[in-house]
């Protein structure tokens, strides 16, 4: 009884923190750019709810986990191959508890020049204002929607940090 008691005592402190709901959030980011950078479609779809929808930067829409999985697998293979995400937050607001809307600045560098249908900044690289709805499913968050659009040329927006 007495171990039990003392085993209680000195690995209470020793128990790991949950996770805050906005690092888990920006953990779903951080593996965004890290999947994107290695080409890993798995990866990179591995957040994304059952179920979410999907508006690329061409304005098509798709409808499920396995489209996205799907898209994300011929763009790594071929018009984004070999590129380079990088996803700066510009804000990420709680709408609710376990709702939360994060919207992001991209920059996606490495694109093979004359890829059709892809506006590039004066650096050569696709800006992209990304927002995405995550909510907490069965406690783990998951993107229900993601919504990218292009930053036409003209258009003012920071450089990635």
Known sequence: MIFLILFFIFAAPIRAEPVSDETAIRNVLANEIATWNTGGAVGYSRDFAKAGTFTNIRGQFFTGYAAFLKIHEVIFYEMFKNTTLSQDIVSLT?????????????????????????????????????LQVVAKQDGVWKIVSYHNVDVKPGIPVPEPK
């Open 94 to 130: 709680f709408l609710r508890p376990g709702i939360a809307l994060v919207d992001t600045l991209t920059a996606v560098s490495g694109i093979a020049p004359g890829t059709p249908g892809v506006l590039k900044d004066d650096k050569g690289r696709l800006r992209t204002r990304l």
